[in-house]
């Protein structure tokens, strides 16, 4: 079955730096566009980023354009986010989702999930 596994979550200071590491499998996933979500507690869920499943295009959403980076490797079923310049309201849960082609900012479009990992920036 198919199985999307955030990690490299956890406690970062303001300013700091975090790279999340979304870990694929069961699935074809040179095939795949990625997204990246977060959703804070009361919120509803939040688009970061995407990328295509060649790893050709990337889109971002303005509130995090310029410190987020997601990066795509096919040959390791891997899909990272690079997050620099951390803010105590970056805190929320992270998730990695999964849909055949190009991304999307809509995560009903998605058909795979992760289970999501904690961040919290916070001196």
């Known amino acids: 079955q198919v199985q999307l596994v955030e990690s490299g979550g956890g406690l970062v200071q303001p300013g700091g730096s975090l790279r999340l590491s979304c870990a694929a499998s069961?699935?074809?996933?040179?095939?795949?566009?990625m997204g990246w979500f977060r959703q804070a507690p009361g919120k509803e869920r939040e688009f970061l980023a995407s990328?295509?499943?060649?790893?050709?295009?990337?889109y971002y959403a303005d509130s995090i354009q310029g410190r987020f980076t997601i990066s795509k490797d096919n040959a390791k079923y891997m899909v990272s986010l690079q997050m620099n310049s951390l803010k105590p309201d970056d805190t929320a849960v992270y998730y990695c989702?999964?849909?055949?082609?190009?991304?999307?900012?809509?995560?009903?479009?998605?058909?795979?999930w992760g289970q999501g990992t904690q961040v919290t920036v916070s001196s």
């Open positions: 069961g699935l074809a996933f040179s095939l795949y566009g």
């Open positions: 989702a999964a849909r055949r082609g190009s991304g999307s900012v809509n995560p009903r479009d998605y058909d795979y």
């Open positions: 990328i295509g499943w060649s790893a050709d295009s990337a």
